[in-house]
């Protein structure tokens, strides 16, 4: 089981640098953006919890943290406004990092294992542009981000269209990078156009109390954090595995 | 091909194939892990997950709500 523990190693110790890092550049991108916005989403409901977090404190507020004592409704458990939401946050993120660290490190393995030479860290930063591409950008243009409080279609639905999105991607590029032949470079273009064909799923009248410039600054910024996390994510994910993996090869 | 020449290439190229399998299944094993994680923390309709991973499924513009 050699591979398989130099690919979990590799992603665990990448998915915590990443995965922390990730977690600071969204308090300063994404995080804000969301509590401004359940500003909108719980004055569009007759909810008694009280918006007062709203403000972009980066951390430590203890003030929202000390008198959230046992008032989230009859709703399922959520974690505290302040440090505990954050440290869920952050948590959410370093697993998420390990978990797409894996898959990258499980297409270096293959890689490396076909080619006879490791992964440079220059190749794992395009593994994670193509990431990027798959996971981020493809989706995205079917489904926008979006922030809370915005109303959109049944979330299985939007949840299978993101799988087809990513799917069909991942096989286009794969055909055009690594198959070089006409007919293979059509076909993956073809694939990477057919889930926008296909469409996303979609609201006939969605309505919004989120402004549209919230909205446009969060897409942007979603665009930006992902671009860090994935850049980072190939890049930190194959110097690692190149180091695990010939330390195995060695012994 | 004389049957000699076959139990030869053989024997030269089996473990070469066979740490080759090993390899690949090991990384497909690993990847199912991942994708597995990924898809708890960011898919799972379970409400105390959604509600714990809320704002990283945002960040990430997973589908949401």
């Known amino acids: 089981m050699s591979i398989f523990r130099s690919i979990v190693f590799s992603s665990v110790i990448a998915g915590f640098i990443v995965g922390l890092i990730v977690t600071v550049a969204q308090q300063f991108g994404t995080v804000p953006l969301i509590l401004k ?27 929202s943290h000390d008198h959230a004592d046992h008032d989230h ?48 860290w220059h190749e794992g930063l395009m593994w994670g542009l193509a ?14 981000p979006e922030l809370p409080g915005m109303e959109a279609a049944p979330l299985l639905s939007r949840q299978i269209w993101w799988l087809v999105a990513v799917l069909a991607t991942a096989a286009g590029l794969a055909l055009i990078v690594f198959r070089r032949s006409a007919p293979a470079a059509i076909a ?13 799923p979609e609201l006939a009248h969605g309505q919004s109390n989120v402004p549209a410039a919230l909205l446009h600054q969060f897409v942007t910024a979603v665009t930006v954090t992902s671009l860090v996390f994935w850049t980072l994510l190939g890049a930190v994910t194959s110097a690692l595995f190149a180091r695990f993996d010939s330390g195995v090869a060695r012994a | 091909m004389s049957p000699s020449q076959l139990t030869n290439a053989q024997v030269t190229h089996l473990p ?39 704002d990283v499924r945002h960040s990430n513009a997973f589908p949401c709500h």
């Open chain 1, 73 to 120: 409704g009859a709703g399922a458990w959520e974690p505290r406004d302040g440090l505990e939401r954050n440290a869920y946050t952050a948590a959410a993120n370093v697993l998420t990092a390990i978990g797409f660290a894996m898959l990258l490190a499980g297409f270096f393995a293959v890689r490396s294992g076909a080619t006879g030479e490791g992964v440079s």
């Open chain 1, 37 to 63: 916005a359940e500003v909108f989403e719980k004055a569009g409901e007759t909810h008694q919890h009280d918006a007062a977090t709203a403000a972009p404190a980066a951390g430590h507020d203890h003030a």
């Open chain 2, 16 to 54: 070469v194939a066979a740490g080759q399998v090993g390899r690949l299944s090991q990384a497909l094993m690993a990847m199912v892990l991942g994708v597995f994680i990924v898809g708890v923390v960011g898919f799972s309709h379970i409400d105390v997950v959604h509600n714990a991973a809320h």
């Open chain 1, 131 to 144: 990431g990027f591409a798959v996971f981020t950008v493809a989706p995205g243009l079917g489904l926008p």
């Open chain 1, 188 to 200: 993956g273009v073809v694939l990477l156009i057919l889930p926008h064909l296909i469409g996303a």
